[in-house]
């Protein structure tokens, strides 16, 4: 133990981080990312220790009303049924008060023998004011103070916490900017020298949209923070008129990446001045490829968890047993729709499937903006479409997208069977991304930064669908890999323009290439399937990703 101890630590710090369901600290797409990130450093044995906050009250359950009115339940869970209480307490000020931060931990363990050792604050403590108390419990819950205590407690405790327990720290990975008050911190521990703690720190930006970046204005923070840093200098840094997590960051930290190559040209854009990186995001292969085809990797590509490249080779594998493996995860899927709605989907039916947070840009409602080319498709050989995703409990049009589609959804019942599930998590994300047949994703290009459902459903033999935005303009090949919605990045079509193409695209291709090859090549079909998990998958893993960050950004 001491061994590992004394070996300096990359300190991964992520307001959420999805390791598995059943430990709700996180809400989408970044917790995920957090999670599969941990996963693949405990197997290539890297040094790294993570920290986030408990969120004892989760994110939250969706519950889904007969019209798709959502209702918000809290997750009440037991941290001690999976968790370690650690003896270690420290203190942070807020509001001229001492707050008691204590912390969790969960030893995330690698069949290869690595370990990560997972860091979840929890100021639920005795001793602590009621206020106080709930700082970590609700996930994105509360108010700008509320969020701003949230991130007192993950930046400046977590330093704190990780020195308690005794680790030495070689860098400060800032998974998103809501762990940027950490520079403050090291800025105190360094004597002021912002050159010593630039070099310690390492920031991944995620939202290439600038409603996306937390702000608080000075008043808040020094009403929180008090007299912590001199305010001239965190306005140097945090920006003029409110304290920017994000320009936070990014000027001090020495290596800034974003998450997939057109989100790097982007934030360079919204940015500028700053040399911006781009390390695209992977999953885990292990943890999203279902049980079926890990048999059938395990069979022709063994080592393939721990060396994702090998997928290249699953040409190697018979056709015949990867459509069956496919057939198992879609049964998997249907029988849960089945259990779930009164839908009675089958499981011969092509079946496309969207799940993701229920927010405008994404476009929740999109493959309906024309339901007569979408009936007449459906005419050319029948589809069934399955959906999911929570939408933020103060996310209105959000809301109203989750509704929208429960009513088309009624209006086309005779026609299509559609089913919207309820509390899209990892659990159910597994189960939907292996056992569709195509994976859409439609956000309103530039502001997906770089999405993950898509590699996921690669690992599964699922193929694409997807507008050209985040990591698929980077591991799309037409026909081969997947197909296109709507005009490529460097065309530069004008938004109207851009919108028709979308639909031209996604109609068309739907009713002439997709359902043909689906129903009447499926020889074709398969050989796509294979293409997803040989040239996407094999490249978009966390492996991947983790050894650049290691010899890019680490070292
Ligand atoms: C993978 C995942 C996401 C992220 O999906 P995107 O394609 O990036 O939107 C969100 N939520 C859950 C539960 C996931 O597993």
Redesign the pocket.
Known sequence: MTGILKKKKIAYFSMEI?LLSDIPSYA??LG?LAGDTIKSSADLNLPLVAVTLISRRGYFRQELDYEGGQIEHSMEWNPSDLLVRLQAEVRVQIQNREVKVGAWQYSLQSPTGGEVPVLFLDTDLEGNSLDDRTITHHLYGGDESYRLKQEIILGIGGVRILDALSYEIRKYHLNEGQSGLLTLELLKRHAMDTEAVKELCVFTTHTPVKAGHDKFSYELVSDLLGDFIDADLLKRFGGADSLNMTHLALNLSNYVNGVAKRHRATSMEMFPGYEIHSITNGVHSFTWTCPCLQEIFDKYMPGWANEPEMLLRVNNSPDSEIWKAHMGAKRNLIDYVNKETNVNMDYETLTLGFA??ATEY?RTAFIFTDLERLVRANRKGRIQVVLAGKAHPSDERGKEAIKNVFEIKNNLKDDIKIAYLQN???NL?AKMVSGVDVWL?TPLPPQEA?????M?AAHNGVINFSVLDGWWIEGWIEGVTGWSIGPEPGENVPYEEARKRELEDFYGKLEHVIIPMFYHRRDDWIKMMNNSIGMVASFFNSHRMMRRYVTEAYL
């Open positions: 999805g989408g797409g995920t993701r947070r994404k899209y998590d990892m994300a994703n770089s999405g993950t459902s898509g996921k």
